[in-house]
C-alpha cells in the first residue's frame, strides 16, 4: 500500500499538468489597438473607360447588398481615376480574377491609370455597355449600372485616402462555361483569390466543408423556453 501512494500522487501530479496544459491552449481574445485586423475579403476587378481608355482597379472593399433589385457595392478611393470615371459614366464593371492572375491583379493595385495604361494587361471583353470592360477569362463578371452613391466622409488633409459606397445594379451576368459544374461555380477549377491586410497577402479558398442551411445545424441553438415547436 505503501508503494502505491508515491505512484498515485504521481500520476495525479502528471495528470493536473496534462489538464493545466489544455487550459493554457485554450482560446484566448484580446483587445488590440488597430485596424488593420480586417478578415479576408475576395479580389475584384473594377473595370471603367476614362474617356476612351481602359482601365482597370484592384479592390476588395466590395460586397453584396440585396437580392431584388440585385445590388453590389464598392467603396473607391475618391482621388482615383476609377472614382472619376464612374462619376462621369455612372457604370461600372466586377469582374472575379483568378490565382493565375495574381502578379496582375497586384500590378494594377498598386499603378494608377493616371499615369500608367492597363488596358492591355487583361484580355477584355465587353456585353451591352462599352463603358464597362470586363476580363475575359475571370471566374465571373458583372455590368452593372449605379444606382446610389454615398459619400462616407469629405476628402482633407485629415483624410486623403476619404471613400465613396457606389450602390450598382446587376445588369448582367457573364459567366466561365470552364468553371461551371453541376449549374455551380467550381471554385477547385477557377481559384478565386483572397486579400487579408493582416498579413498584407493572397490567399485562396481551401476544402468544400460541407454545405450551407443544414438543418441539422439549427439543432446547436436552444429554442427560448415556452416557444412552440
Known amino acids: 500500500m505503501k508503494k502505491t501512494i508515491p505512484i498515485?500522487?504521481?500520476l495525479i501530479f502528471?495528470?493536473?499538468?496534462?489538464?493545466?496544459?489544455e487550459k493554457t491552449e485554450e482560446i484566448q481574445m484580446e483587445k488590440v489597438e488597430t485596424i488593420f485586423y480586417d478578415p479576408p475579403l475576395p479580389i475584384a476587378l473594377i473595370g471603367t473607360k476614362a474617356g476612351e481608355q481602359v482601365n482597370f482597379?484592384?479592390?476588395a472593399w466590395f460586397t453584396r447588398l440585396e437580392i431584388d433589385?440585385?445590388?453590389?457595392?464598392?467603396?473607391?478611393?475618391?482621388?482615383?481615376?476609377?472614382h472619376k470615371a464612374i462619376m462621369e459614366n455612372n457604370c461600372f464593371s466586377i469582374s472575379i480574377p483568378t490565382v493565375d492572375l495574381i502578379p496582375q491583379v497586384d500590378a494594377v493595385g498598386m499603378l494608377s491609370g493616371k499615369d500608367y495604361d492597363k488596358s492591355e494587361v487583361f484580355d477584355v471583353f465587353y456585353g451591352d455597355n462599352e463603358k464597362s470592360p470586363m476580363v475575359d477569362g475571370s471566374i465571373v463578371s458583372f455590368e452593372c449600372e449605379v444606382v446610389n452613391s454615398?459619400?462616407?466622409?469629405?476628402?482633407?488633409?485629415?483624410?486623403?485616402?476619404?471613400?465613396?459606397?457606389f450602390i450598382a445594379e446587376v445588369k448582367n451576368v457573364w459567366v466561365n462555361k470552364n468553371g461551371v459544374k453541376d449549374?455551380?461555380?467550381?471554385?477547385?477549377?477557377?481559384?478565386?483569390?483572397?486579400?487579408t491586410f493582416s498579413p498584407m497577402s493572397y490567399w485562396t479558398i481551401g476544402e468544400n466543408l460541407g454545405q450551407c442551411f443544414d438543418k441539422d445545424n439549427v439543432k446547436l441553438v436552444p429554442k427560448k423556453k415556452g416557444e412552440a415547436k
Open 57 to 59: 482597379m484592384t479592390a
Open 14 to 21: 502528471i495528470f493536473s499538468n496534462v489538464i493545466a496544459s
Open 183 to 195: 449549374n455551380a461555380l467550381d471554385y477547385e477549377t477557377l481559384k478565386p483569390i483572397l486579400w
Open 8 to 10: 498515485m500522487l504521481m
Open 150 to 165: 454615398v459619400s462616407l466622409i469629405e476628402a482633407d488633409e485629415v483624410h486623403p485616402n476619404a471613400h465613396t459606397l
Open 69 to 82: 433589385p440585385y445590388l453590389f457595392g464598392v467603396s473607391i478611393q475618391k482621388k482615383h481615376l476609377t
